[in-house]
Protein backbone atom coordinates (compact mmCIF):
# COMPACT_ATOMS: atom_id res chain seq x y z
CA UNK A 1 0.00 0.00 0.00
CA UNK A 2 0.98 3.64 -0.76
CA UNK A 3 1.69 6.12 1.74
CA UNK A 4 2.33 9.68 2.15
CA UNK A 5 4.58 11.41 5.09
CA UNK A 6 4.42 15.00 5.81
CA UNK A 7 6.82 15.71 8.49
CA UNK A 8 5.70 19.32 9.14
CA UNK A 9 2.77 19.65 11.20
CA UNK A 10 3.05 23.48 11.18
CA UNK A 11 4.88 26.53 8.87
CA UNK A 12 4.93 30.17 9.03
CA UNK A 13 6.39 32.40 6.42
CA UNK A 14 6.56 36.00 5.98
CA UNK A 15 4.55 38.17 3.25
CA UNK A 16 6.32 37.88 -0.19
CA UNK A 17 9.36 35.48 1.11
CA UNK A 18 9.23 32.01 -0.08
CA UNK A 19 8.46 29.06 1.75
CA UNK A 20 9.67 25.47 0.67
CA UNK A 21 6.54 22.16 1.91
CA UNK A 22 7.90 18.66 2.33
CA UNK A 23 6.76 15.71 1.37
CA UNK A 24 7.74 12.00 1.07
CA UNK A 25 5.88 9.00 -0.63
CA UNK A 26 6.34 5.22 -0.54
CA UNK A 27 5.20 3.18 -3.36
CA UNK A 28 6.28 -0.06 -5.47
CA UNK A 29 4.95 1.60 -8.79
CA UNK A 30 6.97 2.83 -11.68
CA UNK A 31 4.32 5.47 -12.91
CA UNK A 32 1.88 7.45 -10.64
CA UNK A 33 0.87 11.23 -9.96
CA UNK A 34 1.02 13.46 -7.14
CA UNK A 35 -0.56 16.13 -6.15
CA UNK A 36 -0.55 19.29 -3.65
CA UNK A 37 -3.84 20.45 -2.74
CA UNK A 38 -4.76 23.98 -0.79
CA UNK A 39 -7.37 23.81 1.72
CA UNK A 40 -8.29 26.85 3.19
CA UNK A 41 -10.57 27.17 5.91
CA UNK A 42 -13.45 27.13 4.03
CA UNK A 43 -12.75 23.50 3.74
CA UNK A 44 -12.87 23.66 0.08
CA UNK A 45 -10.02 21.48 -1.14
CA UNK A 46 -8.41 23.09 -4.33
CA UNK A 47 -5.62 21.70 -6.60
CA UNK A 48 -2.81 23.48 -6.54
CA UNK A 49 0.07 21.78 -8.80
CA UNK A 50 0.38 18.05 -10.20
CA UNK A 51 3.26 16.33 -11.26
CA UNK A 52 3.55 12.80 -13.59
CA UNK A 53 5.96 10.70 -12.37
CA UNK A 54 7.14 9.57 -15.64
CA UNK A 55 7.94 13.22 -16.67
CA UNK A 56 11.50 14.48 -15.43
CA UNK A 57 10.70 18.21 -15.64
CA UNK A 58 8.99 19.48 -12.57
CA UNK A 59 5.68 21.05 -12.61
CA UNK A 60 5.27 24.63 -12.41
CA UNK A 61 1.88 26.96 -11.60
CA UNK A 62 2.87 30.55 -11.42
CA UNK A 63 4.33 30.57 -7.49
CA UNK A 64 4.03 27.11 -6.96
CA UNK A 65 6.77 24.89 -8.36
CA UNK A 66 7.48 20.99 -6.96
CA UNK A 67 10.86 19.29 -6.66
CA UNK A 68 10.61 16.27 -7.61
CA UNK A 69 12.90 13.70 -6.69
CA UNK A 70 11.25 10.46 -8.31
CA UNK A 71 14.97 8.11 -6.63
CA UNK A 72 14.28 10.01 -3.40
CA UNK A 73 10.85 9.40 -3.47
CA UNK A 74 10.21 13.14 -2.33
CA UNK A 75 7.86 15.85 -3.67
CA UNK A 76 8.38 19.55 -1.91
CA UNK A 77 6.25 22.40 -2.80
CA UNK A 78 7.61 25.72 -2.89
CA UNK A 79 5.60 28.87 -2.64
CA UNK A 80 7.43 32.06 -3.62
CA UNK A 81 6.32 35.70 -3.32
CA UNK A 82 4.08 34.31 -0.21
CA UNK A 83 0.65 35.94 0.11
CA UNK A 84 -2.24 36.31 2.89
CA UNK A 85 -4.49 34.00 1.00
CA UNK A 86 -1.90 31.30 0.41
CA UNK A 87 -2.89 30.48 4.83
CA UNK A 88 -4.62 27.07 4.65
CA UNK A 89 -4.01 23.39 5.36
CA UNK A 90 -1.50 21.70 2.39
CA UNK A 91 -2.17 18.17 1.86
CA UNK A 92 0.56 16.31 -0.65
CA UNK A 93 -1.36 13.08 -1.82
CA UNK A 94 -0.45 10.10 -4.29
CA UNK A 95 -2.61 8.07 -6.78
CA UNK A 96 -1.79 5.49 -8.66
CA UNK A 97 -1.68 5.32 -12.94
CA UNK A 98 -4.39 3.15 -12.99
CA UNK A 99 -5.74 3.92 -9.75
CA UNK A 100 -8.98 5.98 -8.78
CA UNK A 101 -8.18 6.89 -4.96
CA UNK A 102 -6.30 9.64 -3.86
CA UNK A 103 -3.63 8.86 -1.26
CA UNK A 104 -3.23 11.72 1.70
CA UNK A 105 -0.57 13.34 4.03
CA UNK A 106 -1.28 14.32 7.21
CA UNK A 107 -1.33 17.68 5.97
CA UNK A 108 0.99 21.06 7.14
CA UNK A 109 -0.50 24.27 8.09
CA UNK A 110 1.06 27.11 6.58
CA UNK A 111 0.61 30.37 8.17
CA UNK A 112 1.78 33.52 5.86
CA UNK A 113 2.46 36.68 8.24
CA UNK A 114 2.25 40.31 7.36
CA UNK B 1 -23.77 25.74 -9.17
CA UNK B 2 -20.94 24.88 -11.44
CA UNK B 3 -19.35 23.16 -8.82
CA UNK B 4 -19.65 20.10 -6.30
CA UNK B 5 -22.36 20.64 -3.61
CA UNK B 6 -22.96 18.77 -0.08
CA UNK B 7 -25.71 19.20 2.21
CA UNK B 8 -26.23 19.35 4.76
CA UNK B 9 -22.89 21.90 5.85
CA UNK B 10 -22.94 20.67 9.38
CA UNK B 11 -24.90 18.11 11.20
CA UNK B 12 -25.07 16.91 14.67
CA UNK B 13 -26.56 14.15 15.54
CA UNK B 14 -27.24 11.93 19.05
CA UNK B 15 -25.01 8.76 19.27
CA UNK B 16 -27.37 5.70 18.07
CA UNK B 17 -29.20 7.69 15.34
CA UNK B 18 -28.91 7.07 11.86
CA UNK B 19 -27.36 9.94 9.18
CA UNK B 20 -27.76 10.68 5.28
CA UNK B 21 -25.38 13.42 3.78
CA UNK B 22 -25.64 14.02 0.20
CA UNK B 23 -23.63 14.68 -2.60
CA UNK B 24 -24.04 16.89 -5.93
CA UNK B 25 -21.67 16.20 -8.19
CA UNK B 26 -20.62 18.50 -10.95
CA UNK B 27 -22.67 17.36 -14.09
CA UNK B 28 -21.14 15.02 -16.43
CA UNK B 29 -18.81 13.82 -14.13
CA UNK B 30 -19.34 9.65 -13.67
CA UNK B 31 -16.70 9.49 -11.21
CA UNK B 32 -17.72 10.64 -7.60
CA UNK B 33 -15.64 9.73 -4.54
CA UNK B 34 -16.13 10.04 -0.63
CA UNK B 35 -13.13 10.95 1.50
CA UNK B 36 -13.55 11.49 5.60
CA UNK B 37 -11.05 14.25 7.27
CA UNK B 38 -11.23 13.24 10.93
CA UNK B 39 -8.50 14.49 13.91
CA UNK B 40 -7.65 11.42 14.69
CA UNK B 41 -7.15 9.47 10.95
CA UNK B 42 -6.52 12.40 8.66
CA UNK B 43 -7.95 12.25 5.58
CA UNK B 44 -9.09 8.98 3.79
CA UNK B 45 -11.03 7.42 0.87
CA UNK B 46 -14.00 6.36 1.61
CA UNK B 47 -15.68 4.66 -1.64
CA UNK B 48 -15.26 5.07 -5.37
CA UNK B 49 -18.48 5.27 -7.83
CA UNK B 50 -18.29 4.91 -11.50
CA UNK B 51 -21.81 5.65 -12.88
CA UNK B 52 -24.21 3.79 -10.55
CA UNK B 53 -21.76 1.11 -9.20
CA UNK B 54 -19.09 1.17 -7.10
CA UNK B 55 -15.98 -1.00 -7.77
CA UNK B 56 -14.02 0.32 -5.04
CA UNK B 57 -15.91 0.21 -1.55
CA UNK B 58 -12.65 -0.56 0.31
CA UNK B 59 -12.30 2.30 2.58
CA UNK B 60 -15.67 2.11 4.49
CA UNK B 61 -14.40 1.15 7.80
CA UNK B 62 -17.46 -0.67 9.13
CA UNK B 63 -20.57 -2.30 7.59
CA UNK B 64 -22.73 0.43 9.13
CA UNK B 65 -21.59 2.84 6.53
CA UNK B 66 -22.89 2.32 2.79
CA UNK B 67 -23.64 4.54 -0.17
CA UNK B 68 -25.44 4.56 -3.22
CA UNK B 69 -25.87 6.41 -6.50
CA UNK B 70 -28.42 6.91 -8.38
CA UNK B 71 -28.90 8.15 -12.35
CA UNK B 72 -25.04 8.60 -12.07
CA UNK B 73 -25.63 12.05 -10.65
CA UNK B 74 -26.62 12.34 -6.89
CA UNK B 75 -24.87 9.88 -3.59
CA UNK B 76 -26.04 9.26 -0.41
CA UNK B 77 -23.65 8.28 1.94
CA UNK B 78 -25.52 6.92 5.25
CA UNK B 79 -24.17 6.15 8.54
CA UNK B 80 -26.44 3.79 10.69
CA UNK B 81 -26.04 3.89 14.43
CA UNK B 82 -23.78 6.65 14.74
CA UNK B 83 -20.89 6.19 17.19
CA UNK B 84 -18.75 9.39 18.51
CA UNK B 85 -15.65 8.04 16.38
CA UNK B 86 -17.85 8.90 12.94
CA UNK B 87 -17.73 12.36 13.83
CA UNK B 88 -15.48 13.63 11.00
CA UNK B 89 -15.49 16.17 7.60
CA UNK B 90 -16.92 13.97 4.70
CA UNK B 91 -16.08 15.09 1.49
CA UNK B 92 -17.82 14.17 -1.82
CA UNK B 93 -15.58 14.86 -4.86
CA UNK B 94 -16.18 14.33 -8.50
CA UNK B 95 -14.14 13.81 -11.96
CA UNK B 96 -14.95 12.85 -15.33
CA UNK B 97 -14.53 9.03 -16.25
CA UNK B 98 -11.95 7.06 -15.22
CA UNK B 99 -9.75 5.54 -17.73
CA UNK B 100 -6.75 3.11 -17.55
CA UNK B 101 -3.90 5.99 -17.29
CA UNK B 102 -5.53 8.79 -17.77
CA UNK B 103 -5.82 11.62 -15.10
CA UNK B 104 -8.86 13.40 -14.49
CA UNK B 105 -8.52 16.38 -12.02
CA UNK B 106 -11.07 15.23 -8.55
CA UNK B 107 -13.31 18.38 -7.45
CA UNK B 108 -13.80 18.54 -4.09
CA UNK B 109 -17.01 19.69 -2.49
CA UNK B 110 -17.43 21.95 0.75
CA UNK B 111 -17.45 18.87 2.91
CA UNK B 112 -20.20 17.83 5.58
CA UNK B 113 -19.05 18.83 9.26
CA UNK B 114 -21.00 15.60 11.17
CA UNK B 115 -20.84 15.96 15.03
CA UNK B 116 -22.23 12.88 16.68
CA UNK B 117 -23.06 14.00 20.93
Known amino acids: AQTVTQSQPEMSVQEAETVTLSCTYD???????LFWYKQPPSRQMILVIR??????QNATENRFSVNFQKAAKSFSLKISDSQLGDTAMYFC???????????FGAGTILRVKS | GAGVSQSPSNKVTEKGKDVELRCDPISGHTALYWYRQSLGQGLEFLIYFQGNSAPDKSGLPSDRFSAERTGGSVSTLTIQRTQQEDSAVYLCASSLEVSGGAFFEQYFGPGTRLTVT
Open chain 1, 93 to 103: AFMSEYGNKLV
Open chain 1, 51 to 56: QEAYKQ
Open chain 1, 27 to 33: TSESNYY
